[in-house]
Nanobody, 115 residues
């Protein structure tokens, strides 16, 4: 079992920055692939970025060059640095942890980008 708690969301002006954190507990964090997803009202949840246990990352095309995912295995935490935010990126942001067939989700953190 893995418990995930996201934090760092809030209201920001367009063009601003936020850093989200996802703290994990309950299992060996370093073995999990960690991901950030977002879900806007009326839309499906979509992948934003993912980082493997080996540190390899990939991003949705819409955020490449502006968002950075990173992990600190000593702190059992994954981060999402978001720069140049746009109003259309307003959503609830979730992190997940995946290992084999096991997938765990956090409760999400709201990000609102004002125009």
């Amino acid at each position: 079992q893995v418990q995930l708690v996201e934090s760092g969301g809030g209201l920001v002006q367009a063009g601003g920055s936020l850093t989200l954190s996802c703290a994990a507990s309950g299992s060996i964090f370093s073995r999990y692939t960690m991901g950030w997803y977002r879900q806007a009202p009326g839309k499906q949840r979509e992948l934003v970025a993912r980082i493997t246990s080996g540190g390899n990352s990939n991003y949705a095309d819409s955020v490449k060059g502006r968002f950075t995912i990173s992990r600190d295995n000593a702190k059992n935490t994954v981060y999402l640095q978001m720069n140049s935010l746009k109003p259309e990126q307003t959503a609830v942001y979730y992190c997940d942890a995946v290992r084999g067939v096991n997938i765990y989700w956090g409760q999400g953190t709201q990000v609102a980008v004002a125009s």
